[in-house]
């Protein structure tokens, strides 16, 4: 969670009990606002009402009120990995209602906006139900999660050859066919021939994975943002 909200463009972070006091405008014909506490109490009552807990939150606004991001972390888990969530809305019409999910989320006030699937995208319409919209969203953040987890069980079993791994960290940096900066490939190659974590010893598709996204984090949050992003389609021509 700690890396699921950035801001850069000016947005400040506010706490939940601070959402209902930002002014909402008032509906058009075409274009139906959604106060931001109440776009939050629909994801939260979604949440609850199938047993989902929110183990952590975090909100910020546009310095105008006009918009609102999000991240939240939940009670999901498998073998280690817990399941995000993030959205984000405007008033202004910048952009569509949104949430994503995953076990890797990023959501930044200068429109960055990524997870591992969609769960959401919706237009202001004036026919626009909130609570049944995110009923909708938080049934499909459930199914896709399964999906998500599936996957890292298939790259956890995944042995990786030693020359196999280097052909690929080559590949991403010196070929580059992974949008990320060249001089991290030294630092990927150690991160995974000398693992600091247990659970990252074993010579398989998902340890090489995390040295790449624990290489990332020694980049500023725009850039691991983007490296991050493209990593999985990146890896998964792999396997």
Same mark, same amino acid.
């Not at 979604?46 to 952590?56: E, G």
């Not at 939240?72 to 888990?77: F, G, R, S, T």
């Not at 076990?103 to 626009?128: E, I, M, P, Q, T």
């Not at 991290?184 to 010893?201: G, I, M, N, R, S």
């Given at each position: 969670?700690?890396?699921? *909200?950035?801001?850069?463009?000016?947005?400040q972070?506010?706490?939940?009990?601070?959402?209902?006091?930002?002014?909402?405008?008032?509906p058009?014909?075409?274009?139906?606002?959604?106060?931001?506490?109440?776009l939050?109490?629909?994801?939260?009552?979604?949440?609850?009402?199938?047993?989902?807990d929110v183990?952590?939150?975090?909100?910020?606004?546009?310095?105008?009120?006009?918009?609102?991001?999000?991240? *939240?972390?939940?009670?999901?888990?498998?073998?280690?990995?817990?399941?995000?969530?993030?959205?984000?809305?405007?008033?202004?019409?910048?952009?569509? *209602?949104g *949430?994503?999910?995953?076990?890797r989320?990023?959501?930044?006030?200068n429109?960055?906006?990524?997870?591992?699937?969609?769960?959401?995208?919706?237009?202001?319409?004036?026919?626009?139900?909130?609570?049944?919209?995110?009923?909708?969203g938080?049934?499909?953040?459930?199914?896709?999660?399964?999906?998500? /987890?599936?996957?890292?069980?298939?790259?956890?079993?995944?042995?990786?050859?030693?020359?196999?791994?280097?052909?690929?960290?080559?590949?991403?940096?010196?070929?580059?066919?992974?949008?990320?900066?060249?001089?991290?490939?030294?630092?990927?190659?150690?991160?995974?021939?000398?693992? /600091?974590?247990?659970?990252?010893?074993?010579?398989?598709?998902?340890?090489?994975?995390?040295?790449?996204?624990?290489?990332?984090?020694?980049?500023?949050?725009?850039?691991?943002?983007?490296?991050?992003?493209?990593?999985a389609?990146?890896?998964?021509?792999?396997?």
């Amino acid at each position: 969670m700690s890396n699921a *909200l950035m801001l850069h463009a000016g947005a400040q972070k506010i706490g939940r009990q601070d959402l209902p006091a930002i002014p909402c405008p008032a509906p058009t014909e075409t274009h139906k606002p959604i106060p931001h506490h109440l776009l939050v109490e629909s994801i939260i009552q979604a949440l609850t009402y199938r047993k989902i807990d929110v183990v952590s939150e975090e909100y910020a606004v546009s310095l105008d009120g006009a918009r609102i991001f999000g991240a *939240l972390a939940v009670n999901i888990e498998h073998d280690g990995i817990r399941l995000a969530i993030s959205f984000r809305n405007s008033h202004d019409k910048s952009f569509s *209602l949104g *949430l994503i999910a995953g076990y890797r989320v990023f959501c930044c006030d200068n429109l960055a906006f990524h997870g591992d699937f969609v769960a959401l995208a919706r237009k202001h319409s004036k026919n626009l139900d909130i609570v049944e919209t995110m009923a909708i969203g938080i049934d499909r953040i459930q199914r896709k999660f399964d999906e998500v /987890t599936q996957q890292v069980d298939v790259w956890r079993g995944y042995e990786l050859p030693d020359a196999e791994a280097k052909v690929i960290i080559y590949r991403a940096f010196i070929e580059d066919e992974l949008e990320a900066p060249k001089h991290l490939a030294k630092e990927v190659h150690q991160l995974y021939f000398e693992p /600091t974590y247990d659970e990252f010893k074993p010579r398989t598709l998902w340890s090489l994975s995390n040295a790449f996204t624990s290489a990332f984090k020694l980049l500023d949050p725009v850039p691991q943002f983007k490296a991050t992003a493209n990593l999985a389609p990146f890896m998964e021509q792999f396997h």
